[in-house]
């Protein structure tokens, strides 16, 4: 006896005579509908947030860093001056190594690299025990060479000939119901070219709606949105959506895999609007703690200004600069 066919998209019948793949089914959609508005909201939020950053954030990150610039250059002349002992000079080189690093992370400008060269050289002269050239430090990948051990490390079957490993066997497996997924997908996508083709169509007004309805079911098969398409099959008042069980599980499969793609972009969405706002991922979850967060940032930036800016009044009397050397040298182990 011939299974009686079900409506799929929307289920008529009453929800206590639904079939356990069509409740399936039905929380799929519900859950890709909630992840695609939860996906365009993200996106609206990453545009705000961005505009913002330019707005409010960058011009005073950009002021941070010229009086850290300017700072370095202080300390700079301050060694050319000879003003300082020699174990003073010493320790005051590598502040401005120390310094000029943390500034070449945001701007690696020449005059920038040029300065942390020639201190880097400087405190190093002092090391005649390293036999290494000196410059700046090697990489482990550049000291490593071709005698490293991160390339190629993964050695072919020796037997191909031999039974499949479970781990085989499940790929295949997945294989296959990954071409199955595609033939459905495709057959859906042929039956509605087929439904909406322009070609035979003679009113005008009709052939340009059935034109533009063909681009849409063309992007939604290229981006494989088998949602968009399927709820484009449910604008057909002639076409029954097809619930056997082994199309609508094809389906179903089709719907998982999409959402799995949407968490992916939803998830790489949100590291995105972390780096604009320059915040923990984890406080992306909620708006009101993203605000919370980009508005300390802006705060902590300004008062950062405040401080580095009096710290380069202060460091005009070289007394003040003797001082901070005295500190580092008693905070510094002994060699």
């Given at each position: 006896?011939n299974?009686?066919?079900?409506?799929?998209?929307?289920i008529?019948?009453?929800?206590?005579?639904?079939?356990?793949?069509?409740?399936?089914?039905?929380?799929?959609?519900?859950?890709?509908?909630k992840?695609?508005?939860?996906?365009?909201?993200?996106?609206?939020?990453?545009?705000?947030?961005?505009s913002?950053?330019?707005?409010e954030?960058?011009?005073?990150?950009?002021?941070?860093?010229?009086c850290?610039?300017?700072?370095?250059?202080?300390?700079?002349?301050?060694?050319?001056?000879?003003?300082?002992?020699?174990?003073?000079?010493?320790?005051?080189?590598?502040?401005?190594?120390?310094y000029t690093t943390?500034?070449?992370?945001?701007?690696g400008?020449?005059?920038?690299?040029?300065l942390?060269?020639?201190?880097?050289?400087i405190?190093?002269?002092e090391?005649?025990?390293?036999?290494?050239?000196?410059?700046?430090p090697?990489?482990?990948t550049?000291e490593?060479?071709?005698?490293g051990?991160?390339?190629?490390?993964?050695?072919?079957?020796a037997?191909?000939?031999k039974?499949w490993?479970?781990?085989?066997?499940?790929a295949?497996?997945?294989?296959?119901?990954q071409?199955r997924?595609?033939?459905?997908i495709r057959?859906l996508?042929l039956?509605l070219i087929?439904e909406?083709?322009?070609?035979?169509?003679?009113?005008?007004?009709l052939?340009e709606?059935k034109?533009?309805?063909?681009?849409e079911?063309?992007?939604?098969?290229?981006?494989e949105?088998?949602k968009?398409?399927l709820?484009l099959?449910?604008?057909?008042?002639?076409?029954?959506?097809?619930?056997?069980?082994?199309?609508?599980?094809h389906?179903?499969k089709g719907?998982?895999r999409?959402?799995?793609?949407?968490t992916?972009?939803?998830?790489?969405e949100?590291?995105?609007?972390?780096?604009?706002?320059?915040?923990?991922s984890?406080h992306t979850?909620?708006?009101?703690?993203?605000?919370i967060?980009?508005?300390?940032?802006?705060?902590q930036?300004?008062?950062?200004?405040r401080?580095?800016?009096?710290y380069v009044r202060?460091?005009?009397?070289?007394?003040?600069?003797?001082?901070?050397?005295?500190h580092?040298?008693?905070?510094?182990?002994?060699?």
């Amino acid at each position: 006896m011939n299974e009686p066919t079900k409506a799929l998209l929307p289920i008529k019948q009453p929800e206590a005579l639904w079939s356990k793949k069509q409740k399936e089914f039905k929380q799929l959609s519900v859950a890709l509908e909630k992840a695609e508005a939860e996906l365009s909201s993200l996106r609206s939020t990453i545009e705000h947030y961005r505009s913002r950053r330019q707005l409010e954030l960058t011009p005073l990150q950009k002021v941070y860093a010229e009086c850290f610039q300017e700072m370095v250059q202080k300390l700079d002349q301050w060694y050319r001056s000879g003003v300082f002992a020699p174990h003073e000079s010493k320790h005051l080189a590598s502040i401005i190594i120390e310094y000029t690093t943390y500034l070449m992370h945001g701007s690696g400008t020449e005059a920038l690299k040029n300065l942390y060269l020639r201190y880097w050289n400087i405190t190093n002269q002092e090391k005649p025990e390293d036999n290494r050239t000196l410059g700046p430090p090697i990489t482990p990948t550049e000291e490593q060479g071709d005698t490293g051990t991160t390339l190629d490390e993964t050695i072919p079957l020796a037997d191909e000939s031999k039974a499949w490993s479970p781990e085989e066997k499940l790929a295949d497996r997945a294989r296959r119901e990954q071409e199955r997924l595609r033939l459905a997908i495709r057959k859906l996508y042929l039956r509605l070219i087929k439904e909406f083709h322009p070609d035979l169509e003679l009113d005008e007004r009709l052939k340009e709606e059935k034109t533009a309805k063909v681009q849409e079911i063309t992007a939604a098969y290229r981006n494989e949105d088998l949602k968009e398409m399927l709820n484009l099959q449910l604008s057909l008042e002639t076409v029954h959506l097809e619930s056997s069980s082994k199309v609508l599980n094809h389906y179903i499969k089709g719907y998982k895999r999409q959402l799995e793609r949407l968490t992916e972009r939803l998830s790489a969405e949100r590291e995105n609007l972390a780096v604009i706002c320059q915040i923990d991922s984890v406080h992306t979850l909620n708006p009101k703690a993203i605000e919370i967060q980009f508005q300390t940032n802006i705060n902590q930036v300004k008062k950062e200004i405040r401080t580095l800016k009096a710290y380069v009044r202060a460091i005009q009397d070289p007394q003040f600069l003797r001082q901070e050397i005295a500190h580092r040298i008693q905070s510094t182990p002994s060699e």
